[in-house]
């Protein structure tokens, strides 16, 4: 198990960017899968991006390709959502997740879970 703690939201204009992290504390934190997952007020969470164990595979939602960038720094047992070019629609809370390392596809079986950090896109 790992705790996660998120930061770097904010408020951001349309077109803006911002870096999320999040902080993991516990033994092995090579050896998990990490996930970005945001929710809206009134919508259902949905999985944003993902980073495989090693750092050899990454996965993004169609909505953020091209957008944003997972990153993660085994040192510093943390991972990074780089988001750039922000539109309304992105705003949510964004929240981390992990998953003991697995060939399962990336977007699912997450196992523990960060409180969410509010990023808020203005128009």
């Known amino acids: 198990q790992l705790q996660l703690v998120e930061s770097g939201g904010g408020l951001v204009q349309a077109g803006g960017f911002l870096r999320l992290s999040c902080a993991a504390s516990g033994r092995s934190f090579s050896s998990y899968d990490l996930g970005w997952f945001r929710q809206a007020p009134g919508k259902e969470r949905e999985f944003v991006a993902a980073?495989?164990?090693?750092?050899?595979?990454?996965y993004y939602a169609d909505s953020v390709k091209g957008r944003f960038t997972i990153s993660r720094d085994n040192a510093k047992n943390t991972v990074y959502l780089q988001m750039n070019s922000l539109k309304p629609e992105d705003t949510a809370v964004y929240i981390c997740?992990?998953?003991?390392?697995?060939?399962?596809?990336?977007?699912?079986?997450?196992?523990?879970w960060g409180q969410g950090t509010q990023v808020t896109v203005s128009s």
């Open positions: 997740a992990c998953r003991w390392g697995s060939r399962v596809v990336l977007t699912t079986s997450y196992e523990d």
């Open positions: 980073i495989s164990w090693s750092g050899g595979s990454t």
